[in-house]
């Protein structure tokens, strides 16, 4: 398993019903001898970032095949891709993110912090983007040509994870839990969770944080949180998902869980899945993918009731997060 730095949890969710009571999970197909480290949709456009740095693929017949389109990209491990309104960015290693507003025909280099930066997690709030990196979090507020640090009270520099609700900004860290800015970044302050906090998600007005103890729930905005595992085979949670009333999370080894009731109980949901490491879901359109640490991409075109397999050729590749935009 990669070092936990290598994790970034992004996750733009559209909701639609889901309502699964089994789920009998497939592999997808996908570009061949290599490791992907991050899957992202635009409109019916499929694109997987991988670690070698072989760069981006690009496939637009869900999954069937794959075409290369790295026109300027780097040598460098693409660490998660974003979508922001029509933009593609791809995060790197090297203190670079690259932009492409046409499909990933060409590519742009947009420089945030040092040459050793790792880019781990971008979101957009209102006209703002926001980096979670190895060196804490990053502001743009003109699309992403130019940067600064806001990293004043955020006492953990390795930023797995970001979400806002309204003024509220929440970043998740490495060991030192979640940390809260009502101001743009300008100061944070600790939100009291002592553990690694992988991905952050909002269902309802609630916040969830996945995290290696476990799914936590805060009910007033990170203010105070209860663990909610009641069911939860392995507790250590790379990434959640909200998929209509239901609430998904991806564990290390134990593969997936679904709560309906807000983390209150969980049922697990891996019929047709190997015991795998879960690092993230998308939604697009009636489409659940799920991506795993060593088997692939996973498809569901029935909002979770069963699972079709389009990954008969792919294999050995580490996946670890996924981003949706309905554009």
Sequence with gaps: MKHAIRLFLKVLFFTTLCTPLSAQWV??????GENINCFTVIGKNLFVGTNQGSGIFLSTN????????????LNTPVNTLTVSGRN???????GIILLSSDSGKNWNRIYI??????????ITSGKNLFAGTSDGVFLSTNNGSSWSQVNTGLTRNYVFALASSGTNLFAGTSDGGVFLSTNNGTSWKPSLISCSVYSLVFNDGNLFAGTSQGVYLSTN??????????GLINNKSYVLAVFGTT???????????LSTNNGGSWTIANTG?????????????????IVTNSKGVFLSTNNGTSWDKINIKLSNVVIESLAVSGT
């Design 113 to 122: 912090g040092a040459s050793n930066t790792s880019v781990l997690s971008i």
């Design 27 to 32: 592999q997808t197909n996908g570009p061949y």
């Design 88 to 94: 593609l960015l791809a995060e790197t290693n090297s």
């Design 247 to 257: 609430l998904f999370a991806g564990t290390d080894s134990g593969g997936v869980f």
């Design 273 to 289: 899945l190997p015991n795998i490491t879960v690092h993230a879901f998308v939604v697009s359109d009636t489409n659940l993918f």
């Design 221 to 230: 905005n990170g203010n105070t949180w209860t663990p909610v595992n009641t």
């Design 62 to 73: 869900n999954g069937t095949n794959w075409t290369e389109v790295n026109t300027r990209l």
